[in-house]
């Protein structure tokens, strides 16, 4: 089982940056895609970018740009660099991410808990 436990949620005020982290724990695992979504109140969450283990990137269309997803493979980390904050912006950001265990080709999804990213003067 892989644990996704994300850092770097906050407090920002518009037009300034935050960079959230999202590391993956657990044993014997190999992880394909991880990526972000997001869920503002009274909203469905959305994608907001996806990388997979080879480095190729998704993002949605409204956010190309402003947001950079990026991946340390050898730390099993994903990091979603956030640029000109608006404060449309603001919502619980929830890391994700595919792996399999080794020689099985189930592909299994995990999630994190979410850091909350307010957008606010």
């Known amino acids: 089982q892989v644990q996704l436990v994300e850092f770097g949620g906050g407090l920002v005020q518009p037009g300034g940056s935050l960079r959230l982290s999202c590391a993956a724990s657990g044993s014997g695992f190999s992880i394909k895609a991880m990526g972000w979504y997001r869920q503002a109140p009274g909203k469905q969450r959305e994608l907001v970018a996806t990388?997979?283990?080879?480095?190729?990137?998704n993002y949605a269309d409204s956010l190309k740009g402003r947001f950079t997803i990026s991946r340390d493979n050898a730390k099993n980390t994903v990091y979603l660099q956030m640029n000109s904050l608006k404060p449309e912006d603001t919502a619980v950001y929830y890391c994700t991410a595919d792996w399999s265990d080794p020689g099985i080709a189930t592909i299994w999804e995990s999630w994190g808990q979410g850091t909350q990213v307010t957008v606010s003067s």
């Open positions: 990388i997979t283990s080879g480095g190729s990137t």
